[in-house]
């Protein structure tokens, strides 16, 4: 499909009511929205969260359908904003592809929000970076650090899928070259940096959250980023990226982008203060949390939504028949057949984020993104088998037909909205101690029996507890696949247990990593990687990234 004829984005931003002075434009299609025009206004928009089943290799299309929901909502004469995450060059060069949604409904310029756009990530990655160089430089001059080299915590990280760095020995090469020591990289996606950065409220926040982050651990201490006075400076290389991006879809509806943690190893959604543009300049604000709802969408409910004290007035999943038929047993050679019958079985992991997301007090409704091979019965029955539920549900072809195809959609939302009246509550409150947290998150909302926790594990516990750290929130790291902690267990698994191996602080962030499985938070690229397929032609323009 050829890229849309893009406005201005002056023109966009005159749709949230903001003047050209009141925007730093990166282009004739990108701006940064200053964080002092944001809170020039009262919070007057309703928030409809889109999340998903656990996805799998057919594909959901959840980044898709936010976009496209905007768009239809704007049709129905709705000021409806899509506030999203911003995409990661990791998967983006890896197995994925790009992250702006697809055919009619995508986020523009699709290619620059794909590769730098307005260096957000580089800048996150820089000031991570920044810190892991003053640390090391610490060690060696030993002016500020009183620190075991092997006790530091702050390994370094990369916006690119690199197995290799995983584990490496930094310092080699003699006295001058360094401190020898064990260390690794992570991608950027699951920085602490990009955690504070998109948790924090303003300035003020960031430099105070930046400053409680621990970068080394020995015995009954910690050491913090403010100890070795390194927050100033990074909130300097950090000043712009603290700002909101601002660009359109393909029907030209405003979006606001910002941050891109992954909901896998990290929280999974986009910062606070984008959510805070989109709820004081817009009507309705569509956002999305990354992956099932048990990743991201816990994670914005648990974790984003008490901290910007958020009240979310209704979830959205999104599924498609042909995932749902995986769920359900269904090959991937034959995903392109109706089966009802592995439909129904399939249901049963739609069922389970559909109760998870109604524990939390919120109304749902289902969004069915639609294919050209979905057969009219198997839409028919997955609408009725919700409806005797009670779960409102409507599909939608906004990939093919952008906001037009998700009129129905649409209108099914606005009149939930106008309708439903939710009580949203989380799940936990700070007074909770932390492994009772983990274990509500794992038996509740995975559905598991029991938390397994390693001897590295348990130490860390009871480090946190001796430091007074049991008011933090829980993050956990876990398969985006599966409920469970293992990637092949599909649909809606029952009698297992949850193995964390390790925990991570991210005491800036306020909250513990908790790595569950095999999860770790540096990816690797695929055998065939889609940075492969990328290309510059002749006349400069980059293809291939989708």
């Not at 969408?297 to 008490?306: G, M, T, W």
């Not at 050679?333 to 009802?340: D, T, Y």
């Not at 949203?424 to 947290?437: A, I, M, N, T």
Request: hydrophobic letters at 40%; a negative charge; one cysteine or more.
């Amino acid at each position: 499909m050829p890229q849309a004829t893009l406005h201005p984005i002056g023109d966009i931003a005159q749709q949230l009511d903001l003047t050209k002075s009141d925007i730093i434009p990166f282009s004739n299609d990108k701006a940064k929205i200053p964080l002092d025009i944001i809170y020039q206004r009262p919070r007057r928009a309703k928030l409809v969260l889109m999340t998903s089943i656990n996805p799998t290799p057919p594909g959901e299309g959840k980044t898709t359908m936010s976009i496209g929901l905007s768009q239809a909502m704007r049709r129905l004469g709705i000021q409806a904003t899509a506030v999203l995450r911003e995409p990661s060059m990791g998967p983006t060069f890896g197995m994925k592809g790009g992250a702006t949604g697809g055919g009619a409904s995508q986020a523009e310029p699709s290619t620059a929000i794909n590769l730098h756009f307005t260096g957000d990530f580089h800048a996150i990655t820089a000031a991570h970076n920044l810190l892991a160089a003053l640390i090391d430089n610490e060690l060696f001059h030993g002016s500020r650090l009183d620190v075991d080299p092997q006790r530091v915590l702050w390994k370094r990280v990369l916006d690119v899928n690199d197995r290799a760095l995983r584990h490496v020995v930094i310092g080699l090469g003699g006295p001058s070259q360094g401190i020898p020591r064990e260390t690794g990289f992570d991608i950027t996606a699951a920085s602490e940096v990009m955690a504070v950065l998109t948790l924090s409220q303003d300035m003020k926040d960031l430099k105070q959250r930046l400053a409680r982050m621990v970068i080394a651990s020995q015995g009954n201490q910690m050491v913090t980023a403010g100890d070795i006075g390194a927050e100033e400076a990074m909130a300097a290389i950090l000043r712009d990226a603290m700002m909101p991006n601002l660009v359109q879809t393909s029907e030209h509806t405003p979006v606001i982008m910002h941050g891109g943690p992954f909901a896998n190893i990290a929280h999974g959604c986009n910062s606070i203060v984008a959510t805070e543009a989109g709820l004081r300049m817009s009507d309705v604000v569509v956002t999305e949390a990354g992956f099932g709802a048990d990743l991201g969408a816990e994670k914005f409910l648990d974790i984003k939504a008490p901290i910007a004290h958020l009240q979310p007035s209704l979830a959205v999943v999104v599924v498609t028949l042909r995932a749902l038929r995986y769920h359900g047993g269904q090959p991937l050679s034959e995903m392109a057949q109706p089966n009802l019958v592995a439909l129904q079985r399939g249901m049963a992991n739609l069922l389970k984020h559909i109760e998870n997301l109604q524990s939390y007090g919120l109304p749902v409704v289902v969004a069915i993104n639609q294919f050209g091979t979905d057969t009219q019965e198997e839409l028919q029955w997955l609408i009725s088998a919700l409806a005797q539920r009670g779960i409102a549900a409507a599909a939608a072809d906004v990939f093919g037909q952008g906001g037009a195809g998700g009129e129905e959609l649409a209108a099914l939302v606005a009149k939930e909205l106008e309708t439903s009246r939710g009580a949203f509550q989380p799940l936990y409150d700070e007074s909770v101690p932390l492994r009772e947290k983990i274990e509500r998150i794992v038996t509740k909302i995975y559905g598991g029996d029991r938390v397994e926790y390693s001897a590295s594990a348990e130490r860390t516990l009871k480090k946190l507890e001796a430091w007074g750290e049991d008011h933090l929130k829980v993050c956990i790291a876990k398969t985006q696949y599966s409920l469970s902690d293992n990637p092949k267990r599909l649909g809606r698994p029952e009698g297992f247990s949850v193995s964390i191996r390790d925990i991570d602080i991210a005491r800036g962030a306020g909250y513990i990593v908790p790595l569950a499985g095999d999860m770790i938070r540096m990816p690797g690229l695929p055998k065939d990687p889609a940075a492969y397929r990328v290309r510059v032609n002749d006349s400069g323009q980059i293809e291939g990234i989708h």
